[in-house]
């Protein structure tokens, strides 16, 4: 039945679902004819009796003689069943025999009818249900068999004779009804299954329906039991002769797997996607089934708009189980999310392929189910520490339980740089200053050289110099007074104490952006809009970047990572914080004149790109860029047909945007080398002080390859390329042509391979 959930049923339930009695022409009071069966079959000794996939345990008979008197065929049942080696008790009068069954629940009771002066044998039947009537050959037994009696043997104290007696019952009777009582547990299971179950004889005619099936296809029992399957309105999706396939299917001794249609009562279609169909004996049994999946999840059948047609027969194996249940859930979402056409797609195309692709397919629908569709796979522990721990480092947030140790930030109110009272326009920039900026347009820029000219101060300078250039004053109808004002505001919320997330890597991502917007194909893409949010978003990214990981933090239960739930922290901090600070003082809102509407299409948009920035979704972000713009974008070049479609949608502008912040962010090792070599020791030194702290805490040290004693700079630098930058690069220079970044990837890859080479660790080789 491919049941989700198991259902245990014990013996005592078994008896308490009342279907013998119901099925009895007996009263309820009286128990059913036949021999009975114990309740409690496994004891201490027993047979094993396999029924179909059941594995029974039979334990050895137990047999109540009621006999008056001890006489030769008493002692032949005795003697018989001490050979058979059943248990034997003996009663002599009415009472002690139902005092005696009640305690044991005989498998057989055989009761003397030979001389009724003694006692009523048929009213003791009725009681116990048994048998053994006596050698009045021309009575009929009718009247026996109504009061319970099933079998009758005449008259014979020959031991063998009795011994063969017993063992016809155990084999006949006593295992019919023993397999019977598993039959009930099969039924009772039926019943309580959320799947929706249809039983039907070689007829088709239908012989039992469980309830999942009445309540997920909204008809009674009464009105299907008993009518022909074809009797009961079936959808027209399915093809004429669907019916007549499954049948001859059947005849061959086949099962049957497909997609089909069923209709509700109610005419509602439900999509089905797997019949079977079992084959027992000589009796062809049909049985279908469905699975109601909103209601196996929450027991709510009415929800079910969409079912799911799931059977599997004693025939099928796991892995077809599996396949069936997969599908299954996913198409039991109840909105039509583009993943679940895009299964429902697969599932039909399943339904006509050749076994090869339909379990090709089924591995894909595996792939689909998964929600983190963008992260690879990562390997086993064996694989290279450095990238284990970049991946531990930073792909996870607070996946890492707390230590107890428990470190809390400092609330503080975001800085005021002291000399925010006078700003400075564009033109009083220090002519030193404005030299090191010369070549900001470049991409071989060096921002260390700012970084001196201006006493770590250069996002201020550079923020000037370059939201000029793309006139984002203009823009935002702001004067430029409060785009200074606002750019000292974030500035000196950049920690100038982290040697790597301090306001010069700020000044480095927003060099970098600067540098993509002008590319060509970005220009295609993207709106002025854009271009601001951009900017914008590359100067807040990082502030107040406390020069730790989010895994940190969260392992810390810091401040930050209880404000956000261990989600994106330090992100949203940054993207938070930005807008605190730009807001709260009409000073530094660069927004203040902007029109609602604009306003928050630019607010969306920088949010967006910092939070792209967190590389949990470093994946996701790369695979979207390729597979809604670098590959389309091939196929339409390749035809020579227009790209502009694909360039200016705005989703597709939405993931550029965040691919330009995310290569921005991280475009250390494409620059020269030099600067490329700088920025590696700042991270690594960022990383060891991480490192230092997690001990001196005794948090879990979230990246230990950062541990300023062991660590290999060129390794880390090595794996950090590897696993993330190449891939990225290699998409975003097939999107925006860059050669040059390219080229010092190259270059600075072969640098740190060539130290690592010679077994270094450090930055660069020792001097000649
Ligand atoms: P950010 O915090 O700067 O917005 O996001 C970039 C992430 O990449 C940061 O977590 C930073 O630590 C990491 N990262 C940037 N450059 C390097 C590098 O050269 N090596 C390593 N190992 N990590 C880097
Ligand atoms: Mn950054």
Redesign the pocket.
């Known amino acids: 039945m491919g049941c989700a959930s198991s259902i245990h049923i014990s013996d005592r339930v078994v008896y308490q679902s009342g279907k013998e009695s119901d099925d009895s022409q007996q009263t309820n009071t009286t128990p059913a004819p036949g021999l009975l069966i114990k309740p409690n079959a496994i004891k201490n000794t027993f047979t094993q009796v396999q029924f179909g996939p059941m594995r029974l345990y039979e334990d050895h008979l137990e047999v109540l003689l009621v006999f008056a008197k001890e006489d030769s065929q008493n002692n032949g049942f005795c003697w018989a069943c001490e050979k058979a080696n059943f248990r034997c008790n003996v009663a002599r009068t009415p009472e002690a025999a139902l005092e005696c069954f009640q305690e044991k629940h005989h498998d057989l009771v055989i009761i003397d009818h030979r001389h009724s002066r003694y006692f009523d044998a048929e009213s003791l039947c009725r009681y116990v249900t048994l048998l053994y009537q006596p050698d009045r050959e021309e009575a009929s037994v009718m009247p026996l068999i109504n009061a319970g009696f099933n079998r009758r043997y005449v008259e014979n104290a020959n031991m063998m004779a009795c011994y063969n007696e017993l063992l016809q019952l155990e084999h006949g009777e006593v295992l019919a009804q023993f397999k019977l009582r598993a039959c009930n547990a099969i039924f009772t299971a039926l019943e309580q299954s959320q799947e929706a179950i249809e039983i039907t004889n070689e007829d088709q005619v239908i012989q039992y329906v469980n309830p999942a099936y009445e309540s997920i296809m909204g008809y009674q029992q009464g009105e299907l039991i008993g009518k022909e399957i074809i009797e009961v309105p079936k959808s027209e999706k399915n093809k004429p002769d669907l019916l007549e396939t499954i049948n001859s299917c059947i005849r061959k001794g086949k099962e049957w797997q497909g997609i089909y249609y069923a209709k509700k009562k109610n005419g509602d279609i439900l999509f089905t996607s797997y019949v079977s169909i079992k084959y027992s004996g000589d009796e062809r049994v049909q049985a279908e089934s469905q699975t109601d999946i909103q209601s196996s999840k929450h027991k709510d059948r009415r929800k079910g708009s969409l079912d799911v047609r799931s059977t599997t027969s004693r025939g099928s194996d796991g892995s077809s189980q599996r396949r069936h249940s997969s599908m299954a859930r996913i198409h039991s979402m109840t909105i039509e999310a583009p993943i679940t056409k895009v299964i429902n797609i697969i599932n039909a195309a399943q339904e006509s392929s050749p076994m090869p692709v339909a379990e090709a397919l089924d591995r894909v629908l595996e792939i689909l189910r998964t929600t983190e569709l963008y992260s690879p796979q990562l390997g086993t522990k064996e694989e290279d520490p450095h990238t284990n721990d970049?991946v531990g480092g930073?792909m996870t947030d607070g996946l890492r339980r707390l230590s107890g140790n428990e470190y809390i930030f400092a609330t503080k109110q975001p800085h005021l740089p002291s000399h925010l009272a006078m700003p400075l326009s564009l033109n009083d920039i220090p002519p030193h200053v404005a030299q090191t900026m010369e070549n900001e347009d470049s991409w071989d820029f060096d921002i260390f050289n700012l970084e001196t000219a201006c006493l770590k101060r250069p996002l201020t300078y550079l923020g000037l110099k370059i939201f000029s250039r793309f006139g984002v004053c203009e823009f935002l109808s702001c004067p430029e007074a409060t785009l200074r004002s606002w750019l000292q505001g974030i500035e000196a919320n950049y920690h100038s104490t982290n040697s790597?997330?301090n306001s010069s890597?700020a000044a480095d991502v927003l060099h970098a952006t600067a540098y993509f917007l002008c590319k060509e194909r970005v220009k295609q893409s993207l709106e002025q809009i854009d271009e601001v949010a951009s900017l914008i978003a590359a100067t807040v990214?990082?502030v107040d970047?406390p020069g730790r990981?989010n895994s940190f933090l969260c392992n810390a239960g810091s401040e930050l990572a209880i404000l956000y739930n261990d989600t994106a922290v330090?992100e949203s901090h940054h993207a938070a914080l930005a807008f605190q600070i730009t807001t709260r003082d009409d000073k530094c809102n660069i927004f203040k004149n902007m029109e609602r509407n604009e306003y928050r299409t630019l607010r969306q948009a920088i949010i967006d790109m910092v939070l792209a920035?967190e590389?949990t979704k470093h994946f996701e972000h790369v695979n979207k860029f390729v597979n809604n713009i670098n590959k389309p974008l091939a196929a339409l070049e390749e035809n020579g047909e227009s790209v502009k479609g694909i360039l200016t949608s705005p989703d597709n502008r939405i993931l550029v945007k965040r691919m330009l912040i995310k290569c921005a962010?991280?475009s250390?090792?494409c620059r020269p080398l030099e600067l490329c070599i700088e920025?590696?020791g700042r991270?690594s030194e960022e990383y060891f002080a991480q490192t230092d702290e997690e001990k001196r805490q005794s948090l879990p040290v979230v990246m230990p390859v950062f541990d300023r004693n062991t660590c290999s700079i060129p390794k880390?630098?090595i794996s950090?390329i590897d696993y993330f930058i190449t891939d990225m690069f290699d998409a975003w220079d097939a999107f925006a042509d860059l050669p040059n970044l390219m080229q010092h990837l190259d270059n600075n890859f072969k640098y740190w391979k060539g130290l690592d080479e010679r077994k270094l660790h450090s930055l660069r080789p020792p001097p000649e």
């Open positions: 970049l930073l790597y997330h890597h990214h990082d970047h990981t330090l920035t590389m962010d991280i250390n090792p920025w590696a991270i880390s630098q950090f």
